[in-house]
């Protein structure tokens, strides 16, 4: 039973959904348009690779079924809440550095995953990170929409991939790509949720804005900023080949937060980053061990 509808695209409509008769609410993903029936068939691929996987542990959606319905190709998902971008909008239009950090930490652990995978998700952006549950479950997200994903032994070149605003030089370019366009809009969309707006095509200088601290916290929260402005550099590299990659972003101290531990440990700005990272903290080392166990290279 049709609730509400969740959001459109050019695919066609998402809806929230009740199972009858376990009343048990779904998304419901409905291809309404024939052109992307290929799309939605190429989905479903990948899907069936990332359902071997403890999802819950990678950050990323959990997809139930998919079928046809009067003609309409479906995709039943897990019910979540809201995207980062109606996040931004309805709630906080800004994120505090300490917000951004378990955010980052979870999508590089789901990227970690697809890389070990050979997959690149392709239009990585906050529609497509989605909070699991704002009010009982701060800062909690995941990873959906696997509707453009492309295996790397499939990938062409000059392909028109990623939306406009988070599209690395590479597609840009017309030129060969790999999971590292990935890496390039995650680093648009840290900033974009650190500035409260686009990082392009704005032309404007990066602003880093004004703290309100003071002493040891006020020294805390200036090396955070230029550790954040360090890891977006290394995730906006116009060479794809020089681009960090998801694991040396879990090992990067601002997601560590080494920087923070070893000099400002007892400061109160340190102990609030430490607590909020921790509520969403994946085990990034155990995921990596489940990845070698599953095969996966």
């Not at 500035?195 to 200088?205: K, N, Q, V, Y």
């Not at 900023?225 to 879990?250: A, S, W, Y």
Request: aromatic share 8%.
């Amino acid at each position: 039973m049709v609730e509400s509808v969740l959001g459109c695209g050019s695919f066609g409509k998402v809806v929230h959904c009740k199972k009858l008769p376990s009343n048990e609410s779904v998304a419901l993903k409905i291809i309404m348009e024939k052109d992307f029936i290929n799309d939605a068939h190429k989905e479903v691929e990948t899907l069936e690779v990332l359902k071997n996987f403890n999802l819950e542990k990678f950050n990323i959606v959990k997809w139930y079924s998919s079928f046809v319905h009067e003609g309409h190709y479906c995709h039943e998902f897990e019910k979540l809440d809201m995207s980062l971008y109606q996040y931004q909008v309805t709630e906080k239009n800004s994120l505090e550095l300490k917000e951004i950090r378990p955010i980052l930490q979870q999508v590089a652990v789901s990227l970690q995953l697809l890389k070990s995978l050979g997959i690149v998700h392709t239009d990585l952006k906050p529609d497509n990170i989605m909070l699991v549950d704002h009010v009982h479950q701060p800062l909690r997200v995941k990873v959906i929409d696997f509707g453009t994903a492309n295996l790397i032994s499939e990938r062409c070149m000059g392909s028109e991939l990623q939306t406009l605003w988070f599209r690395s030089p590479e597609i840009l370019l017309g030129a060969s790509f790999s999971e590292a366009i990935d890496i390039w809009s995650l680093g648009c969309i840290a900033a974009e949720l650190f500035m409260g707006r686009a990082l392009f095509p704005s032309s404007d200088e990066f602003d880093m804005g004004c703290s309100e601290l003071s002493g040891e916290d006020a020294r805390a929260d200036d090396l955070d900023r230029r550790t954040f402005v360090e890891i977006l550099g290394k995730m906006l590299q116009l060479d794809p080949n020089e681009r960090i990659r998801p694991n040396q972003i879990l090992q990067h101290p601002f997601i560590t937060m080494s920087h923070l531990i070893r000099d400002f440990n007892d400061c109160q700005y340190v102990k609030s980053c430490s607590d909020l990272l921790s509520r969403h903290l994946t085990e990034a080392s155990l995921n990596q061990r489940d990845i070698q166990q599953s095969g996966a290279v």
